[in-house]
C-alpha cells in the first residue's frame, strides 16, 4: 500500500495549489508567464512595441501631470482655448500615434512571415476545460494524441493549428507568442519558434465557463534529441502491468468505466463509447508535468488526489470525484495510472 502523507501536510498541500505551484514556478524551471519576459523571436517583437508603450504612456502622464501643476500656479498667462484644443486635441495625437502606428507595422512584420515547410505542425483543439494536444508520428504517420501539454524542440519552427470543440477559447503563451482566439468550426494558425530551452505556461485568454482559470496548459522547449526521444515514446502504446498492485488497477480502472471517457492506446477494451473525445488522453498521463489542465502538479500524492477529489479541485469538471473508491482501490488506480509512462 502506497505511503500517505499525514492529514494536516495534505490540506496545506492541497490550499497551496495551484497559487503556490505558479509562484514557485521559477524554482522548477518553469518561465515566467510573462510578456515582458520572451522566450522566443515572436515574443521578443511583442514585447518591444508593449515597452514602448508603456514608455511612452509614462512620458505623457508626466507631462499632463506638469501641465496641470502649471495651471494652478497664479499668476501665469493662460494659453487661449483654440491653441489646446488644436495643438493637444489634435495635433499631438495625430503625430503620435501615426508614428506609433508606422512603427507597429514595420516590427509586427516579423510576425505575418510564413511559416517554412519543415515546420513541425502540433494540432491544438481547446475543449471545455482541458486542451488536446495531437502529433504525427513521423513513421507510423499515425496522431499521437496527449493533452495539457506541448513539447516542441528548440531551434526549429513550430506551426500550431488552433481549433475549438465547444465554444470560443484562446490560445496565449505570453512568453512565446501572442494570443488567437479559437473559435468553433474554424482553423487559426500560430508560429512559435524559440532556442531557449524551458517550461512556458500558457492560458485560456477568453471566457468559457465555470473552469476558465484553471485551463492551462504548458509549453516544453527541448533539445531537438530529446524530443525526437519522447514523440518516440509517445508514439508506442501504453505499458502493460508490471505487477499484481498495477494489474489491479487496471481492472479498477474498467470496472468504473473510466474508458468509456478516457482513451489508453493498447488496452483491449479502452473507449467503450465508440472513439468521441469526451476527456483527455491517458496513454502517459504518468510522463506529464502537470494534472487537469495546470491544475496539480504532478507529482507526490496529486495523482491519487486528483482521482479521489476531482470536483475539489475543480468543480464543475466532467469527470466526477471517486470519494467511494476505498484506499486499497485508490492506491491501485493511482498506482496503475502514474505507471503509464
Given amino acids: 500500500m ?14 497551496a495549489t495551484p497559487a503556490g505551484a505558479l509562484l514557485l514556478g521559477g524554482c522548477s524551471g518553469e518561465q515566467l508567464q510573462s510578456v515582458l519576459h520572451p522566450g522566443g523571436g515572436d515574443a521578443a517583437v511583442i514585447a518591444e512595441i508593449a515597452w514602448l508603450l508603456f514608455i511612452g504612456a509614462t512620458v505623457i502622464f508626466v507631462g499632463v501631470m506638469v501641465l496641470l501643476a502649471m495651471s494652478l500656479r497664479d499668476g501665469r498667462r493662460k494659453v487661449r482655448p483654440a491653441v489646446w484644443l488644436l495643438g493637444a486635441g489634435v495635433a499631438f495625437p495625430v503625430a503620435v500615434l ?3 502606428l508606422a512603427y507597429s507595422i514595420s516590427r509586427s512584420q516579423h510576425l505575418l512571415e510564413p511559416v517554412s515547410h519543415d515546420a513541425l505542425v502540433v494540432s491544438v483543439t481547446a475543449r471545455m476545460w482541458w486542451w488536446e494536444v495531437r502529433y504525427r508520428d513521423p513513421h507510423s504517420g499515425r496522431d499521437v494524441t496527449l493533452a495539457n501539454e506541448i513539447r516542441v524542440p ?3 519552427p513550430v506551426y500550431l493549428a488552433l481549433s475549438s470543440g465547444d465554444v470560443i477559447h484562446s490560445f496565449w503563451v505570453p512568453a512565446l507568442a501572442g494570443k488567437v482566439d479559437m473559435l468553433p468550426g474554424r482553423l487559426t494558425r500560430l508560429r512559435i519558434n524559440t532556442d531557449k530551452p524551458g517550461v512556458y505556461r500558457g492560458q485560456c485568454a477568453e471566457y468559457c465557463g465555470e473552469q476558465h482559470a484553471r485551463m492551462a496548459l504548458h509549453v516544453v522547449v527541448e533539445e531537438a534529441q530529446v524530443f525526437d526521444a519522447w514523440l518516440a515514446n509517445q508514439a508506442r502504446p501504453a ?18 468505466r473510466c474508458s468509456a471517457c478516457h482513451t489508453v492506446r493498447g488496452m483491449a477494451e479502452e473507449n467503450l463509447v465508440g472513439g468521441l473525445e469526451l476527456a483527455p488522453d491517458l496513454t502517459h498521463v504518468g510522463s506529464r508535468l502537470y494534472l487537469g489542465a495546470g491544475t496539480l502538479r504532478n507529482e507526490g500524492e496529486s495523482m491519487r488526489d486528483w482521482i479521489g477529489q476531482t470536483q475539489r479541485f475543480k468543480h464543475g469538471a466532467r ?12 492506491d491501485a ?3 496503475y495510472l502514474e505507471h503509464l509512462q
Fill in 239 to 256: 505499458n502493460t502491468p508490471n505487477d499484481a498492485l498495477t494489474e489491479r488497477g487496471r481492472r479498477i480502472f474498467l470496472e468504473q
Fill in 333 to 335: 488506480l493511482t498506482a
Fill in 2 to 15: 502506497r505511503r500517505r502523507l499525514p492529514a494536516f501536510l495534505r490540506t496545506v498541500r492541497r490550499r
Fill in 154 to 156: 528548440a531551434g526549429k
Fill in 98 to 100: 501615426s508614428a506609433l
Fill in 319 to 330: 469527470m466526477p470525484s471517486f470519494e467511494h473508491l476505498d484506499d486499497e482501490r485508490l
